[in-house]
């Protein structure tokens, strides 16, 4: 396989086996605040089981997500100096 083959393979599998898991939890936690009268979540990884995207495949989520109709924001961080504030990302559909 060569570098061509193997990058063409990675975007192929990021479009769907490799994020299949995550979106799945995702939409789960979607469905959830959705029944709670919510039209966003935050931090849509925190607390997955044991799901860690790496920064390509959540890439790959977002585009998914935005194709489906959600609006996705990545927030930075609103107090630096507060070492128990940091960046975050938003799902929202109202």
């Known amino acids: 396989m060569n570098a061509y083959e193997a990058r063409e393979l990675t975007q192929e599998n990021l479009k769907g086996p490799v994020?299949?898991?995550i979106l799945?939890?995702?939409h789960e936690?979607?469905?959830?605040a959705a029944?709670?009268?919510k039209s966003s979540i935050t931090h849509p990884f925190h607390g997955s089981r044991g799901m860690y995207p790496s920064t390509n495949e959540?890439?790959?989520?977002?585009?998914?997500?935005?194709s489906e109709g959600y609006k996705v924001k990545h927030h930075p961080n609103p107090?630096?100096?507060?070492?128990r504030s940091n960046d975050y990302?938003?799902?929202?559909?109202g």
Do not use: N
């Open 79 to 83: 107090d630096p100096g507060d070492p």
């Open 24 to 26: 799945k939890e995702v």
């Open 89 to 93: 990302d938003e799902i929202s559909w």
């Open 58 to 66: 959540q890439e790959a989520v977002w585009d998914h997500l935005r």
């Open 35 to 37: 029944k709670e009268g």
């Open 29 to 32: 936690k979607i469905e959830e």
């Open 19 to 21: 994020i299949e898991p």
